[in-house]
């Protein structure tokens, strides 16, 4: 829940236009996404019929709608509602207005909330506040802009368009919005397309901010060795500017050396807790594909993930204007147990991604809940951003996750129609495939996000109970976020890489940002190939990262096309691996590896390269923007390994597992940003039946 800020009912008017159709327009959207509670009076209207209009609208909407409704007379007749964005950034809303210069980017977003974190996403990117206000024009439809962000509410204007305003409070305390007189004709909001209105800031740099931030994790403080050290700022006007994608802020370390990294400290969090949403897509799904009895035998068959369509019924479904007028309530809130809880940044949202989910019916500690369905993945996002005041976190599962209205999920990555038709058929038998997204995200751009999930044969002994897993092969997912139906995860390829290959990617890797900067279309995508002993290294452009036949590979003295085998000890980082992040940190010029080792200790190893001197990326001020910093993985030796963080065993004494680090989720305080707090999470196994309140796993979060 995200808490109310408390405004003085005694202080200033905010003064706004209402535009027809304003006052039932804005709840409808301001409550798009399950997150931002009203706080104050609505506009141009008693509190009895406010109240009633909002739970017309949104009649099972769990949010609260915190604070009085009530009128409020202003300077131009009418008040706007005063809320808090998911970001916990307070606005006042204005219809029927546009202000006239400082036109930032056009963009186009989904909901008006949206539109409100894009704001915040730029104040971040920028170290400070840029964008005072948020104009949405609902109508607008067919991917058309629909949201503009302003620096400035000097000059105001009525727009002849319904258009739903939000101005950051402070600013719109002291401002009068008195409309430009010099205008001939009321403005218009347009799209780009027919706009002459040139941007110098792209929409790409705005979808870096920690708009919202996700579950189950531990964060640790790495300081620099020397506290004394200067420091310098890289934000948007210190290095050029690219028309695809600025540099958001960071703070990058002084000197020619690097500065050695140090854990300063740690704090527990405790578990996440699962908030799903409460509305499912209500539509008749497609009949199931079956397959002949001679395809239902026990063991891997590749044909069945390689030679059939993606099944309809898998898969995050969006909210669009198709599937708005068929939204319908859940009948109950759903238990939900599982494990994984890797994930990542991705178009503003932070993301928890999970492998095996179960859900059951509500669940409380007096009462178990009753199974509903099993799938091999799920997504949630992190809707309270409660890691920062060192809490522990809530996770929300999309609209789009449910599958009908007693909370069985569709799954995250999409199953094809032979893997989803073996998985029924054999259902209770013990065998079926599974898509596990078990690593960290990699940034593709400022928008969207690349996942390299195993496939699974998982053959269970339905009397002892004892599983055994196969790898089969890898596919590829990319992922977008932002959308009320909740991220999304497109399988772009079925199977990318084969079952006697190294498994490149399943491990993670990183994104090398070439000239342009964060969230540039330039650069490489790397991947990992964990084998027994380490790491090994593959690279990719983004724009091939689908096509098997554009990696290379490093042979341990120059790159080939030719894919080494799983015996190469060609390894860019040695180590007994079990999960692992790599990443580079601009405040010590260096790169980080932190990860689980094999031997199930509970413990967080952390190495930093010890490169020859301060390594900076193309984008960097003084870095060479014909180079490719993350090659320096290759050329220097890793630093003795050292403990991050020592996590506590599940309640059942065992140790923990599938842990990762979280980047950007302290924004400008990240240690990817600058900054020095690292988030992690993990799995804890309770010992528990996932039908309990406890669950079967937990998700957990430190600092």
Not at 90 to 115: A, H, K, R, W
Not at 155 to 167: K, L, R
Not at 208 to 220: E, Q, R, T, V
Not at 343 to 354: K, P
């Amino acid at each position: 829940m995200v808490h109310a800020a408390k405004v003085n009912a005694g202080g200033p008017a905010l003064a706004s236009q209402a535009a027809p159709g304003c006052v039932s327009e804005v709840p409808s959207i301001l409550f798009a996404n399950s997150s931002a509670p009203i706080l104050g009076p609505m506009l141009n209207a008693t509190a009895s019929a406010a109240l009633s209009d909002l739970k017309t609208i949104y009649p099972t909407h769990t949010a609260e709608i915190i604070g009085k409704l009530e009128l409020r007379e202003g300077p131009r007749g009418n008040d706007g509602v005063v809320f808090q964005s998911i970001s916990g950034i307070t606005y006042q809303t204005v219809c029927g207005l546009n202000f006239e210069d400082n036109i930032m980017p056009y963009l186009s977003v989904d909901s008006f909330e949206s539109c409100i974190q894009k704001c915040d996403a730029h104040n971040y990117d920028s170290h400070r506040v840029e964008c005072v206000a948020a104009l949405f024009v609902p109508s607008r439809l067919n991917n058309e802009d629909d949201c503009y962000l302003k620096s400035s509410v000097k000059h105001s204007s009525p727009n002849e368009g319904t258009v739903v305003g939000a101005v950051r409070y402070k600013v719109a305390q002291s401002a009068s919005f008195t409309a430009v007189t010099t205008l001939a004709t009321t403005s218009q909001l347009e799209p780009r397309s027919s706009s002459s209105a040139a941007s110098s800031i792209s929409s790409t740099s705005l979808s870096k901010a920690k708009a919202s931030y996700a579950s189950s994790s531990s964060a640790s403080t790495i300081l620099s060795h020397s506290s004394s050290a200067a420091a310098q700022t890289l934000s948007q006007s210190t290095i050029p500017q690219s028309s695809t994608a600025p540099q958001p802020g960071a703070t990058f370390g002084s000197g020619e050396s690097i500065i050695v990294p140090k854990v300063g400290g740690s704090k527990l969090h405790g578990p996440s807790e699962n908030r799903p949403t409460s509305q499912y897509i209500q539509f008749d799904h497609p009949d199931g594909y079956q397959l002949p009895p001679d395809l239902l035998q026990v063991g891997v068959n590749g044909d069945l993930t390689t030679d059939y369509e993606l099944s309809p019924q898998t898969g995050v479904l969006e909210v669009n204007e198709n599937t708005q007028s068929i939204l319908a309530p859940l009948k109950n809130v759903p238990h939900l147990s599982r494990d994984g809880g890797r994930g990542g940044l991705v178009n503003g949202q932070h993301l928890f991604t999970f492998c095996d989910s179960g859900s059951y019916s509500t669940t409380t500690f007096a009462q178990d809940g009753d199974f509903l369905a099993f799938v091999s993945s799920s997504v949630a996002v992190d809707v309270g951003m409660n890691g920062l005041a060192g809490n522990p976190v809530f996770l929300q599962d999309g609209i789009g996750e449910w599958s009908d209205n007693v909370g069985r999920q569709r799954g995250f990555a999409p199953m094809t129609q032979g893997e989803q038709a073996y998985n029924i058929a054999m259902q209770g038998k013990g065998q079926r495939y599974a898509v596990w997204p078990e690593s960290s995200i990699i940034p593709l751009d400022g928008k969207r996000g690349l996942m390299y999930a195993p496939i699974i044969y998982d053959n269970v002994n339905m009397a002892t109970k004892a599983a055994v897993f196969t790898y089969t092969g890898a596919t590829l997912l990319e992922i977008t976020a932002g959308g009320r139906g909740g991220p999304v995860a497109n399988r772009t390829v079925r199977k990318l890489f084969n079952q006697d290959e190294v498994e490149w990617g399943c491990a993670g890797g990183l994104r090398s940002w070439g000239p342009s900067g964060y969230g540039g279309d330039d650069g490489k995508v790397y991947v990992f190939g964990a084998v027994s002993e380490g790491l090994l290294l593959g690279r990719t452009t983004p724009e091939a990262a689908a096509d098997r036949n554009s990696y290379e590979y490093w042979t341990g003295s120059s790159w080939s096309q030719s894919m080494p085998p799983s015996t190469s000890t060609a390894y860019f980082l040695k180590a007994p691996i079990m999960d692992v992040d790599v990443f580079y940190t601009p405040r010590h010029l260096t790169f980080i590896a932190v990860y689980l080792t094999i031997y199930a200790d509970n413990v967080f190893y952390y190495r930093y390269l010890k490169a020859g001197g301060a390594i900076l990326p193309p984008f960097a001020p003084g870095g060479d923007k014909n180079s490719d910093y993350v090659e320096n993985l290759l050329k220097y030796e890793w630093s003795d390994e050292q403990v991050l963080y020592k996590a506590k065993p599940g309640l059942n004494g065992k140790y923990i597992y599938s842990g990762g680090v979280h980047l950007g989720y302290f924004g400008p305080n990240d240690i990817s940003n600058g900054g020095s707090r690292i988030l992690l999470s993990w799995t804890a196994p309770t010992g528990q039946e996932p039908s309990t309140a406890t669950s079967e796993y937990q998700i957990v979060t430190a600092e």
